[in-house]
């Protein structure tokens, strides 16, 4: 059941990216900006239930790269909007579109992970299950 869960996550997270894409190619930016914060929330907490079993497999460096880039990507958001620079130019408008289009490297990047770690459960499940046979 939990295994069916993950795989619905993976499918709706695949969809709202494509959604993602296109919204930025069409050029709705409020809607994208909107679509992209919830995403990233949703994606969050998909890696933060899904952290345990990364850790517990041979992607561990991928979680583990996931949450460094998600951490720096905050880091830079917030060191941002704590400047003046948004201020007074139009680089600051630039600066601050940066972590959000970085964004969406980090969530392509967690999306494939957590691909390869379902393929790497199921198989692993099916091994178990050929093997108790």
Same mark, same amino acid.
Do not use: C
């Given at each position: 059941?939990?295994?069916?869960?993950?795989?619905?996550?993976?499918?709706?997270?695949? +969809?709202?990216?494509?959604?993602?894409?296109?919204?930025?190619?069409?050029?709705?930016?409020?809607?994208?900006?909107?679509?992209?914060?919830?995403?990233?929330?949703?994606?969050?907490?998909?890696?933060?239930?899904?952290?345990?079993?990364?850790?517990?497999?041979?992607?561990?460096?991928?979680?583990? +790269?996931?949450?460094?880039?998600?951490?720096?990507?905050?880091?830079?958001?917030?060191?941002?909007?704590?400047?003046?620079?948004?201020?007074?130019?139009?680089?600051?408008? +630039?600066?601050?579109?940066?972590?959000?289009?970085?964004?969406?490297? +980090?969530?392509?990047?967690?999306?494939?992970?957590?691909?390869?770690?379902?393929?790497?459960?199921?198989?692993?499940?099916?091994?178990?299950?050929?093997?108790?046979?």
């Amino acid at each position: 059941m939990i295994m069916l869960l993950k795989k619905i996550d993976l499918v709706l997270q695949a +969809i709202a990216y494509g959604f993602l894409i296109a919204f930025l190619i069409a050029g709705h930016q409020i809607n994208f900006t909107d679509l992209l914060i919830i995403y990233v929330w949703w994606q969050f907490a998909s890696a933060a239930l899904n952290t345990w079993s990364f850790l517990k497999s041979p992607y561990s460096k991928k979680i583990k +790269i996931y949450w460094i880039l998600t951490a720096s990507d905050l880091f830079i958001l917030f060191g941002i909007i704590n400047t003046e620079i948004l201020n007074y130019s139009y680089a600051g408008e +630039i600066i601050s579109f940066t972590p959000l289009y970085g964004t969406l490297g +980090i969530a392509a990047w967690y999306w494939y992970s957590y691909l390869k770690l379902l393929r790497y459960t199921d198989y692993k499940n099916e091994i178990t299950g050929i093997i108790k046979s």
